[in-house]
């Protein structure tokens, strides 16, 4: 089993790389003392990187996007060996803001899964719906996942992280109420049968499955006991050090 995970999704912000590199030394303070039993990482925009990978240490260090080439005439990409080169351990891909605002498609997000494994990066697969209905997780969930894995060799899911975040559940979208831990338990076991078709049992179920969408300290623990999910990515809370702390901490201890 892959260790729980907390990452926070700085997205946009801050405004300065100062900002950025105190954030991220002060998250860096605050988890030195956890267990070896959590992984802990921050994401923030590209041309902050460099600084705070260089403030942390236990504390990893993510990209919010990915391009799926290495090098070449790509004006404004970034490629997953430059990323590997400045050690960024993870990337996140799929978020729903850059299906929604940047058109990314399933097949865009595939072919950056499977460039950013390539490279050994590790990759937090965002997946989610934007409207529930009937309680029920929609398809569409379903058909994010599988496009996002088509090709994806086995021996690379050790370094998948699949993030169920709602749409809906996202603390910047109007109306944001967080999911509930049934809801996610729900969501893990989808994810786990459609990878079990996609590959096998064993695979679906020692793959990582987190949630995200309102996550803070005072509903963190419910989704990873109630929920069995393990881990969660982390947006709005994430820019606060002490809540984005604590929330870590209170993963750390859940059992
Ligand atoms: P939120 O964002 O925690 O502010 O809801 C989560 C995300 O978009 O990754």
Redesign the pocket.
């Known amino acids: 089993m892959q260790k729980h995970i907390i990452a926070g ?1 700085w997205k946009m912000n801050p405004a300065h790389q100062d900002e950025a590199h105190a954030l991220a030394s002060n998250i860096e303070a605050g988890c030195a003392a956890l267990g070896k039993n959590i992984e802990v990482a921050v994401c923030p925009p590209f041309p902050y990187l460099a600084a705070v990978r260089a403030a942390v240490k236990k504390v990893k260090c993510g990209a919010q996007n990915v391009f799926w080439e290495e090098r070449g005439a790509y004006t404004g990409e970034v490629s997953p060996l430059q990323l590997k080169n400045l050690g960024v351990a993870y990337v996140i891909l799929g ?1 729903s ?1 850059r299906r929604m605002h940047l058109w990314e498609t399933n097949e865009m997000i595939n072919k950056k899964t499977k460039a950013a494994l390539e490279c050994r990066l590790s990759v937090i697969l965002c997946i989610g719906e934007s409207e529930r209905e009937d309680g029920e997780i929609p398809s569409v969930v379903g058909d994010q996942l599988a496009q996002a894995l088509s090709g994806v060799k086995k021996n690379f899911l050790k370094n998948l992280t699949v993030c169920y ?1 709602p749409v809906w ?4 979208n109007k109306n ?1 109420r967080p999911d509930t831990p049934d809801n996610a338990f729900r969501a893990g076991v989808f994810v786990r049968k459609i990878v079990t078709g996609l590959y096998d049992r064993k695979t679906a179920d020692t793959l990582r499955v987190i949630y ?4 803070r300290k005072d509903n963190i623990s419910a989704f990873l006991t109630e929920g069995r999910m393990q881990g969660a ?5 994430s820019l606060d050090a002490d809540e984005f702390i604590a929330i870590a901490a209170l993963a750390s201890r859940a059992k």
């Open positions: 999704n978020h803001e975040e559940a996202i603390s910047t944001a995200g969408g309102s996550v990515l982390i947006g709005g809370a």
